[in-house]
Nanobody, 128 residues
Framework: QVQFVESGGGLVQPGGSLRLSCAVS????????IAWFRQAPGKEREGVSC????????VYADSVKGRFTITRDKAKNMVYLQMNSLKPEDTAVYHC?????????????????????WGQGTQVTVSS
């Protein structure tokens, strides 16, 4: 069963930075839009950012716009999430997944029910 693998989480002080990594299947970056989601305890899952297979275009949630950057490395089959100026409210488990029905991200990517290959996630804790 295909499953992405997230890594790079940890404990960081407010204002700090982390880079999350998502190891994806070799075909995924060419065929699917890939997104990062997060879920904090007691809260609904939130779509954070998405990168398109078609042209590498990106979409961000308003809550992270200007602070987070999603990128991809096709040679390494990796998707990254660079997180700067972290806030306590960014604390969550972060997951990556592929929208198997879309190659291009939309502004409402988080509403798609076609995300697959969820990994175990990586914990990000922002606290002083």
């Amino acid at each position: 069963q295909v499953q992405f693998v997230e890594s790079g989480g940890g404990l960081v002080q407010p204002g700090g930075s982390l880079r999350l990594s998502c190891a994806v299947s070799p075909f995924a970056l060419d065929d699917y839009a890939i997104a990062w989601f997060r879920q904090a305890p007691g809260k609904e899952r939130e779509g954070v950012s998405c990168i398109s297979a078609s042209d590498g275009s990106t979409v961000y949630a308003d809550s992270v716009k200007g602070r987070f950057t999603i990128t991809r490395d096709k040679a390494k089959n990796m998707v990254y999430l660079q997180m700067n100026s972290l806030k306590p409210e960014d604390t969550a488990v972060y997951h990556c997944a592929a929208d198997i029905m879309r190659r291009r991200c939309t502004t409402v990517f988080h509403t798609s029910t076609e995300f697959r290959y969820w990994g175990q996630g990586t914990q990000v804790t922002v606290s002083s």
